[in-house]
Structure formats: C-alpha cells, structure tokens
C-alpha cells in the first residue's frame, strides 16, 4: 500500500466495535500493573508478565502467598493461563487459586476462578473464568504452611471486545485495527463494512 492509497483509506465516521474470536478473548494482563505478597531477590512480580517462560516471579518462604494483577478498571475475564518454572520445584504450583474481584485489601475475598491441581514443568494451563468480572486477578497459595509461589508466566484474555484503536487503515486482506497504545492488532475479513474514526471507542 502507497502513501496516498493510505491516506485515502482513513474516514472520520462514526463509532463502531470488533467482536475477537470468543475462544480467544483479547489479552489484557500487560495493560495493568502487578505486587506480590513477598519478593526473593531479583525474582520480581513484572517478571510474570514479561513474555519470556525463563524468567518467573518468586515469593520468599511464607504462608498465604500471593500475587496480585490490577487491571485499572473492572474487565470481564474470559479466562487466565499460568506457565509453571520449568527448571525446578514445579509443584511448587499445586493448590493455587486464581481469584477475580474487586477488594484489593484482601486478596482471598475475591471469588474463585479456579483451583491450579497441577502443571507439569514448562507447560502452560488455561482456566476458564466464564466472565467473571474485577478489577483484580490474583493467583495465591492459602493455608498456613509456609511456600514459595513461582509463577513464570500470567495471561488474562478479556471475553471478546477490544477496547481502543488509534488508527484504521485498509489492508488488501481486509480492515487491519491498530492499537498502537496497546501494541493489539485484528485483522478483519474484506466484507466487513464498519464506520471508522481517527480515534476509535470498541
């Protein structure tokens, strides 16, 4: 596509929104910013968020540890995936709660997604949270025995609809949505007519 093709392809219409392939959702885990209860040196709570399945957060030894994902707002969480510390301690994982809500204080107030029985070293697991709606997401290990908990990766999918475009412009294999503040891109198929705006609200 030319300069001028993309150019003439920009429309100051009105509003309009994408739907995301359902089983998929919209990730939404690095648009927010993360604690934990305790940290082990170096093993910070941003490492489960950076992409990378060697790197982990790590609580010291303690009991009810946990770690904690603020959203900023309240979304609708279609489902959570947790990658388990390939090196070692995997089972370290057992026994965790995902929790969704939105009581910050008190991170075993929020309802329960699900319930992590056991990750194999390196795998990641998906859990379905069917909507459940917070601001919150947090992962624990409850009980009064002391645990370290390791969590190598976090993704928290969003059901469905995306949230912002700053830019549209037309691809020859369709309507491509770029969210450059969000680093997200849907790719729609060339039948789809939708009104277009400079600055988009999904």
Request: aromatic content about 10%; some cysteine; proline content about 3%.
């Amino acid at each position: 596509m030319n300069l001028s093709d993309f150019y003439k392809s920009l429309f100051l219409l009105g509003f309009f929104s994408v739907q995301t392939n359902a089983g998929e959702g919209v990730k939404i885990a690095t648009w927010g910013s993360v604690d934990q209860s305790t940290t082990l040196i170096g093993w910070h709570a941003q490492n489960a968020l950076d992409g990378v399945n060697s790197t982990c957060s790590h609580t010291e030894l303690q009991s009810n540890a946990w770690w904690k994902l603020d959203l900023m707002k309240t979304y609708s969480v279609n489902r959570v995936t947790i990658t388990n510390r390939y090196s070692c301690c995997s089972d370290r994982i057992n026994g965790a709660e995902i929790r969704i809500g939105n009581v910050s204080s008190n991170v075993f107030s929020n309802p329960v997604c699900a319930v992590v029985s056991t990750i194999p070293a390196g795998a990641t697991y998906s859990y379905p949270c069917h909507g459940m709606k917070g601001r919150y997401v947090t992962v624990d290990i409850p009980g009064p025995s002391q645990q370290h908990l390791t969590l190598c990766e976090v993704e928290v999918y969003e059901e469905g609809v995306m949230k912002q475009a700053d830019l549209v412009f037309w691809e020859n294999n369709g309507f491509t949505i770029v969210l450059f503040s969000q680093k997200t891109f849907v790719k729609m198929k060339p039948e789809t007519r939708v009104q277009l705006l400079s600055q988009v609200r999904l």
